[in-house]
């Protein structure tokens, strides 16, 4: 193509300087607008080159549109992906992390150093104290306290935190109660992130600057250690999803996991030696543009679940425990027992969910499948108990759905007839000693009072006072059950939910917020 533009461009220059030769001296030629100096056509390539853009406009119309890259080759700009950005290619930066917003709070002296025996947390949201009929509608306040309260008397509860901030109860206590990270959700974009309050000191304040605890579409809350010394929590960083660690001792944050590849949800180990997670790595080992085997976020979509991982914190050893592809956070049984599940929930023509164990010892991971249950496994709200041998689970089976125990070998040993929830609604808790097991509902559903069965799967309490008995949780001793239920009795209100407890067997129900007003949240047990 070059070639023939040049001669068709030498045939114009000779036919042009024919004609001005009949009327003009040679002389006259220089005075032409080409910028050429001579007409002498041995000068080929420079008239040519220099006379391209005078000479016609019909150079300009005569070039297909494939040669445009051949005149202005420029393979960058094709090649360069940032072209047409997306979200997932667009690098986030890296976490402010740090420590800001600090200040003291004042805190019972015998507070400072966590609890010395075990108590319940609990938040309580928009109390109203000027409001006497607890009937009487009442304005939100935006008022919060995280209590610890005593389970066996309510005039020994303690107050740990006031906000005046709406936190979503996204609250997260550290086992021993020492610590308590919290979100906050500033309405004008100024306060927002997360903040840990340390007990030992009484001073609390922000450790990330961040609008929500959703990283990269996926919800990640933070975990604190068995010690409640270090928070783990998976936050963007560039083009993925790393882990990090805030020691509270130091105010300082370390990386423990960052590679370039998501890595989230994670969880540690009762005795600390472990921190189990989620990663793509496998299929996708990293999403930074440039690096060996970096996914294409145009050919590739960004992982909404992932692999099961254990990181050995000593030795910073990081082990696959299965090829299995999970969309839920990982969960601990006990020390040496990790539980997961595959399989998609939300398919609506083929839902499934099983349910793994992988055993630490040899970092083996197998499938738990009720031996007379479906073809397709579709198994929810399950609850292991602590020595990780039995399991109770809710078996979905067409429209209809089962509470059966099984052992961890998949054999079937009780089915709770007497009992029905709505899908995915059973909330149960072992004692942990595996002598009781508390059943309860969760969302609204938690249509029994307590239920409470023994070792042999017969009921050692049917009460119905309270009238309902939502989210049971046994003390880490088993001395008492925490659950929420709804308000019975003069000081009833209909709907409201209170913080109880009872005994091991059930009995001997108490209502720990009965003169508070505003909408409670259970948290869970803090221990020494």
């Not at 001073?203 to 809350?221: A, D, Y």
Request: glycine residues 6%; charged residues 15%; negative net charge.
């Amino acid at each position: 193509m070059k070639t023939a533009m040049l001669k068709f461009n030498r045939r114009s220059v000779l036919l042009l300087l024919a004609a001005v030769t009949l009327f003009t001296a040679a002389c006259q030629a220089a005075a032409e607008p080409t910028p050429t100096p001579t007409e002498t056509p041995t000068i080929t390539p420079t008239a040519t080159a220099s006379a391209t853009p005078t000479v016609t406009s019909t150079a300009t119309e005569t070039p297909l549109p494939t040669e445009t890259p051949t005149i202005t080759p420029s393979p960058t700009e094709t090649a360069t992906p940032t072209l047409t950005p997306v979200p997932t290619q667009t690098p986030l930066p890296v976490p402010a992390l740090g420590f800001d917003r600090w200040q003291l709070v004042d805190l019972p002296a015998d507070m400072q150093n966590g609890v010395n025996t075990p108590m319940i947390a609990f938040v309580n949201q928009n109390n109203a104290e000027t409001i006497s009929n607890l009937s009487t509608a009442q304005p939100a306040t935006n008022n919060e306290t995280l209590y610890f309260t005593s389970p066996t008397n309510r005039s020994q509860r303690i107050p740990i935190l006031e906000l005046r901030a709406i936190t979503s109860s996204q609250m997260f206590v550290s086992p021993r109660g020492n610590a308590v990270a919290y979100f906050i959700d500033d309405p004008n974009n100024i306060d927002d992130g997360l903040y840990v309050l340390d007990l030992s000191v009484g001073m609390t304040g922000r450790i990330v600057p961040t609008e929500s605890l959703i990283q990269r579409g996926i919800v990640n809350t933070p975990s604190w250690s068995p010690d409640g010394q270090r928070l783990a929590l998976a936050l963007e960083s560039g083009y993925s999803l790393d882990i990090f660690t805030f020691d509270l001792a130091s105010s300082s944050w370390s990386e423990l996991i960052r590679d370039g590849s998501y890595n989230f949800w994670p969880t540690w180990s009762p005795d600390g030696r472990y921190l189990a997670f989620v990663s793509d790595r496998a299929v996708c080992p990293s999403w930074i543009p440039g690096e060996p085997g970096a996914c294409n976020p145009d050919e590739t979509e960004p992982p909404t679940g992932g692999h099961v991982h254990v990181l050995e914190i000593n030795t910073g050893e990081i082990t696959r425990l299965s090829d299995e592809w999970t969309y839920e956070p990982p969960y601990w049984i006990n020390n040496r027992l990790l539980g997961f599940v595959t399989g998609d929930r939300f398919d609506l023509l083929n839902p499934s969910r099983s349910l793994w164990v992988a055993t630490l010892a040899d970092m083996q991971a197998r499938e738990v499948r009720l031996s007379d249950g479906p073809a397709t496994p579709f198994m929810v709200a399950e609850t292991w108990s602590p020595d990780g041998n039995r399991v109770i689970a809710q078996s979905v089976n067409g429209d209809g759905n089962e509470i059966v125990i099984m052992l961890a070998n998949g054999t079937r040993l009780h089915t709770v007839d007497e009992l029905s929830f709505a899908r995915f609604t059973l909330r149960a808790t072992w004692a942990p000693d595996n002598s009781r097991l508390a059943l309860g509902g969760s969302s609204g559903q938690c249509p029994y009072g307590i239920r409470v069965v023994d070792e042999d799967f017969g009921f050692v309490a049917q009460g119905n006072q309270p009238r309902s008995m939502c989210n049971p949780i046994f003390a880490p001793d088993g001395s008492r059950i925490a659950f929420t239920g709804v308000s019975t009795g003069a000081t009833a209100v209909d709907g409201r939910l209170d913080i109880y407890s009872s005994s091991a067997n059930g009995f001997e129900a108490i209502n720990l917020t009965v003169d508070l007003r505003g909408q409670m949240t259970l948290l869970g047990w803090v221990s020494p």
